[in-house]
């Protein structure tokens, strides 16, 4: 997963200057995401043709490429919307790059196209600031928060170290002796770390990161000695948990996972509160009718039987949130992630 922008200030620039230079930042993603859906799938995006209608229509695109996090949660979406005849006819289209915001670039000129649908989350908030994004959500139509997934603290199986404490008792005498792993520079695992050394008392531009591209390689750096500890996907290393090839510390979730008796990094006394949430953004200019009529599509996808078998196989946890709240969490989580990306000096 790749995150990457705070936007320049208003105050910064003339307004219409600001406008111009927006205007064309908009078009150049445009241009840039319609070339990543050609080579990305087989498909296109449609533009709305069934107004009014948008079980029979309707396109789900997922910022980045088959396999990821935001491909799995948009075709866990379209399944348990085909089995219970919510959108017979929902695609998927894969738009990757730059922490989600070439596929935002592009759905922000999809201006009135009721029926097509953007996942977006966690990674597209850091996304949005790491690549200084001309475009935001303000471009779009909030729908619904829908699910969200945790990291896990993972060392080696016969690592010295047991607990969250013991890590940031030795950490704070070495902050930069420590090696840690994850996710790209400015992810979801990055910012997890941050916001543990934030609470340590530990400067973050003194973290000594090493990105990897997921869990498998994490685990491997971990195994092999190059690194000390892990931040990543709890449904990407559950697994190996259980298997005993790494030990877990401590979980960044308000509770712990049903089934699993590792300890949160709360209950440790580190209130690490980042979570990876992810849900779904409507076009710009789409009616209040048309927004009422997606969230409520949303709503019975939800609630089906097919979609809480989705919620138990990926270890992720109903998180719904719509309307004004939906709103103000992305405003108070934009700027935690800017906040920490700041800390971090990206």
């Known amino acids: 997963m790749t995150n990457q922008s705070s936007d320049d200030p208003p105050q910064s620039r003339a307004p219409d200057s600001h406008m111009s230079r927006r205007l064309f930042g908009k078009i150049a993603y445009g241009v840039v995401a319609v070339a990543a859906v050609g080579t990305a799938t087989g498909f296109s995006v449609r533009a709305a043709s069934a107004k009014g209608d948008l079980a029979t229509n309707l396109t789900i695109i997922a910022p980045a490429g088959a396999g990821g996090g935001w491909d799995g949660f948009a075709r866990e979406t379209q399944q348990a919307m085909r089995v219970n005849g919510l959108a017979n006819n929902a695609q998927v289209v894969n738009i990757p790059g730059a922490g989600g915001t070439i596929g935002l ?51 080696a199986a016969d690592s010295p170290y047991n607990t969250i404490d013991d890590v940031v008792a030795q950490w704070k005498k070495d902050p930069q002796g420590f090696v840690w792993t994850g996710g790209s520079a400015g992810s979801v695992d990055h910012l997890v770390i941050a916001q543990l050394a934030q609470l340590a008392g530990i400067p973050g531009s003194a973290i000594t990161y090493i990105p990897k591209s997921g869990g498998g390689e994490a685990i491997q750096t971990l195994l092999s000695g190059t690194t000390d500890f892990a931040s990543t996907g709890f449904n990407e290393v559950s697994d190996q948990i259980e298997a005993g090839r790494v030990k877990a510390l401590g979980l960044a979730a308000p509770e712990r996972i049903e089934g699993s008796d590792i300890p949160t990094m709360k209950e440790q006394g580190y209130e690490v509160t980042l979570t990876n949430w992810r849900g779904y953004l409507g076009a710009p200019g789409i009616t209040e009718e048309e927004t009422a009529e997606l969230v409520g599509l949303l709503k019975s996808t939800r609630d089906s039987a097919e979609w809480k078998d989705a919620l138990s196989r990926n270890n992720w946890t109903d998180v719904w949130l719509t309307g004004q709240e939906f709103a103000d969490f992305v405003e108070e989580d934009t700027a935690r992630v800017e906040a920490l990306l700041k800390e971090l000096g990206l």
């Open 105 to 155: 670039g592009k759905f922000s000129t999809m201006d009135g196209q009721a029926d097509n649908l953007l996942a977006t989350g966690t990674a597209m908030v850091g996304g949005i600031a790491l690549n200084k994004s001309p475009v935001g959500f303000s471009d779009t139509t909030l729908l619904a928060r829908v699910a969200e997934d945790y990291d896990v603290l993972i060392a």
